[in-house]
């Protein structure tokens, strides 16, 4: 699922940007894989979006970060806790911890989106054989 990804070639621009910039691009990064993953999926597009946001939220995110946590190198980890560092209090509604990890989480998928996108796409890949990112959970009208 993540063939589109692999065919990015690393630009190394991501030196320029701060933590928030790549969580902001990481985020984009991880809605367009959710979109592409879920638009497979048979579906009224209301029903789509709805599990797209399932799959996005803070919470998913966190949830996601934790399980590639045992295959994160060194660096990865940093960018991590440098994404979680600057991420803030979040929403009022929100947990502050897990808003953190969720922007630690953008943070390296906006980084690797730039520099590594091969590692990117086998992370992803990692996530899919998990069964985090399953599509079978699509909400039913």
Known sequence: MSEWIRG???GGSAGDLG??????LGDAVWELHQRLR???SPGRADVLH???????CAEAQAEALGR???VLSEQERDLVRRGRNRAGRGPKRSDAAVYGLATGF???VGWLYLNDPARLAELLDHLDQAGTLSTSSTPRP
Do not use: G, N, S, Y
């Not at 933590?19 to 902001?24: E, I, K, N, T």
């Open 50 to 56: 709805r599990a797209v946001v399932a799959k996005v």
């Open 8 to 10: 990015q070639t690393a």
């Open 68 to 70: 590639l946590d045992p």
């Open 19 to 24: 933590p928030l910039q790549l969580a902001w």
């Open 38 to 40: 879920f638009c497979r």
């Open 106 to 108: 953008e943070t390296m």
